[in-house]
């Protein structure tokens, strides 16, 4: 299978995955239809447990701009006919276990085939227990208005609330049929969707769940009603990209609300311009985050394994089944590429195709309009989409980088820090030597970031933060979902702490990320930096085997840690000090040059 590499097609530019209007690009995704087949559009696998919702978006697409007939929705993913492949998609592509996995989900499309049993007896299956224990009043409390939106799994009406607080108030009720729900796996699906939404509450950038109801036939969630459209369709308005200035305002959003999920442990797996909506149309309306049907919590040090979300927006992690909240960071690099230039960065007309670009190809910044880009935008769609999920800036790092630095917003507590805290902490005296070395070759643009999740941590009066900080830190930030993903469990492995007091200087050690650093194109000049200041104040006589123990490696890697040490004293030199830094993988480099049996 040849090289696939990524094209870059304008927004509104036609393929063949176009809707019937003929004016609206589609977002290939993966989910089943009725005779089994893998259709084009979601990408569904599931292995781990998670959220997968196939139902339309919640909010009515406002009227006049669109260029959808009235009472169709304006999604791609969720308004265009499904369109199916002959053949199944050819291996290597990740997705070829994409089906069996979606038929898990949702259930046969026709009944089962088997033997009959010799007994003479018939199979009986234990029925579906699809008791939500939701409010049973739905009627009484709201009245229906128009149908706004239809997809496989239900539709999308406008509403009126006739009594408590939202008596008068129009509100998005997304109706979910029980009938379709034909799998143990589709019912949690529903079940984690309301859970996750009714969780997170606080942020302004995100819709606000009010409601959930149930009767015999049906689920419905009750929410906040945005009428301002997609931001897919304000950017086709504006010919397919937006200023950088004008983008700028958008991706501050974007990234407030995201780095609000990820410090509460739910990532959101469907990243896209369809999934948000701005509440007016007004130029400056705020815009929501909707559509949480694929997200799911996730716990402390844990990765994700099944393929999820939308295919021009996956993440290359996804495809290979190991995955966290960095995924979502790549989503918004996409974006924001397609924000700046309108195109998107990884484009191939089949979902396969898609994914081996996602994988392999690099994104195009020679072609107009790049040339006239700034720097500082294209530095930081850069590292947004870096194909290694550890050298992503977080999207509350991104808050602080120079291209949004003149926006003046509030950058919120990054969990990232807890996590590089946690690991400084169990590190051995040599290792911290070694990274507050690297923390005084750090520029002004690096300690901007630090500084600010500095101060989140209110530090006492002597300058210092303790523990206490940090818990303090998380409460002031809780939601119900900090508590269902367990967040606040990454405190307990932060004791040595309760016995402390920590300064900025070391804070800033802590709080470092040597992969992240790799991803600057100072990258070099730091480590150079870095590694004069180890020389002076930290390098020391080490042998091979105490290094390995250091690194927690076997014997079978003496050989590669011969290399990182001097002859001439017997200390580490630079190459071993950058290598020593982030803990190179020795063992898969090992296992990858053995021969085979």
């Known amino acids: 299978m040849g090289q696939c590499y990524g094209k870059n097609i304008s927004v509104v530019e036609e393929d063949d995955n176009i809707s019937p209007a003929g004016d609206r690009p589609q977002t290939p995704s993966t989910s089943t239809a009725g005779n089994g087949a893998v259709s084009v559009p979601a990408v569904k696998n599931s292995s781990h447990s998670s959220s997968n919702s196939p139902w339309p978006s919640p909010y009515p697409h406002g009227t006049g701009t669109s260029p959808l007939p009235p009472g169709i929705s304006p999604s ?8 199916f492949f002959r053949r199944p998609f050819p291996p290597p592509s990740p997705a070829k276990h994409i089906k069996a996995s979606l038929v898990k ?46 997809g496989h799994f239900g539709h999308t009406c ?10 008068g108030h129009l509100v998005a009720v997304k109706i979910i049929s029980k009938a379709k729900m034909t799998t143990a796996i589709s019912i949690e699906d529903v079940r984690r969707e309301v859970k996750i939404l009714k969780a997170l509450s606080g942020n302004q950038n995100l819709v606000k769940f009010y409601d959930a109801c149930e009767d015999a036939n049906n689920v419905y969630v009750v929410m906040e009603l945005c009428e301002g459209g997609e931001l897919l369709d304000r950017i086709l308005s504006r010919g397919g990209r937006y200023t950088e200035e004008d983008a700028k305002v958008i991706i501050v959003q974007i990234l407030n609300v995201v780095a ?10 469907d990243l896209k311009p369809e999934n948000f909506l701005f509440t007016t149309r007004d130029e400056d309306a705020l815009m929501k985050l909707i559509d949480f049907g694929l997200s799911d919590f996730i716990r402390p040090d844990e990765r994700l394994n099944d393929i999820v979300g939308s295919a021009y927006y996956v993440a290359p992690e996804v495809l290979h089944r190991s995955y966290t909240m960095e995924a979502d960071i790549w989503s918004i690099g996409v974006i924001t590429y397609i924000l700046l230039c309108g195109s998107r960065p990884f484009w191939a007309r089949t979902e396969s195709g898609i994914f081996r670009a996602v994988l392999r190809a690099d994104p195009n910044f020679d072609d107009s309009p790049w040339p006239v880009v700034s720097p500082e935008a294209k530095d930081f769609v850069k590292r947004l989409l870096n194909k290694d999920h550890r050298k992503r800036m977080t999207a509350a790092q991104a808050l602080t980088h120079p291209w949004l630095r003149d926006i003046n917003c ?51 009066k002597d300058g210092r933060v303790s523990h206490e900080n940090f818990k303090m830190a998380l409460i002031r930030n809780a939601t119900d979902a900090m508590k269902e993903s367990r967040v606040p469990d990454i405190l307990s492995t932060m004791e040595q702490l309760s016995h402390r007091k920590m300064d900025f200087e070391e804070f800033c050690a802590a709080a470092i990320s040597t992969y992240q650093l790799e991803a600057l194109e ?3 000049q730091i480590a150079s930096t870095a590694f004069e200041y180890f020389e002076q104040e930290g390098n020391r006589v080490t042998s091979v085997d105490e290094l390995a123990r250091e690194m927690n490696l076997g014997s079978t890697a003496y050989s590669i840690l011969n290399d990182w040490i001097r002859s001439s004293d017997g200390k580490l030199s630079f190459l071993g000090y950058t290598k020593f830094l982030h803990g190179v993988t020795i063992r898969s480099s090992n296992t990858r040059h053995q021969p085979s049996a």
């Not at 009959?116 to 739905?138: A, C, H, M």
């Open 260 to 269: 609000f999920c990820h410090l509460q442990g739910v990532v959101h797996r």
């Open 105 to 150: 989900r949702f259930g046969h499309p026709k009944p089962k085939e088997g033997p009959i049993p010799e007994d003479g007896g018939t199979q009986v299956e234990r029925p579906l227990d699809k008791s939500f224990g939701y409010s049973k009043n739905f009627e009484a409390k709201y009245e229906l208005g128009k149908e706004v939106g239809r």
């Open 76 to 83: 791609p993913a969720r308004s265009t006919p499904r369109r």
């Open 158 to 167: 406008s509403a009126k609330g006739k009594k408590g607080e939202l008596k």
């Open 410 to 460: 509030p950058v919120p507590l990054d969990i990232l820090i807890y996590k590089l805290v946690k690991s400084y902490l169990r590190a051995t005296p040599f290792k911290r030597a070694a990274l507050k070395a690297l923390s005084k070759a750090l520029t002004e643009d690096e300690l901007v970031y630090l500084r600010t999740q500095y101060r989140l941590l209110e530090p006492h």
């Open 522 to 524: 100072k990258w070099e």
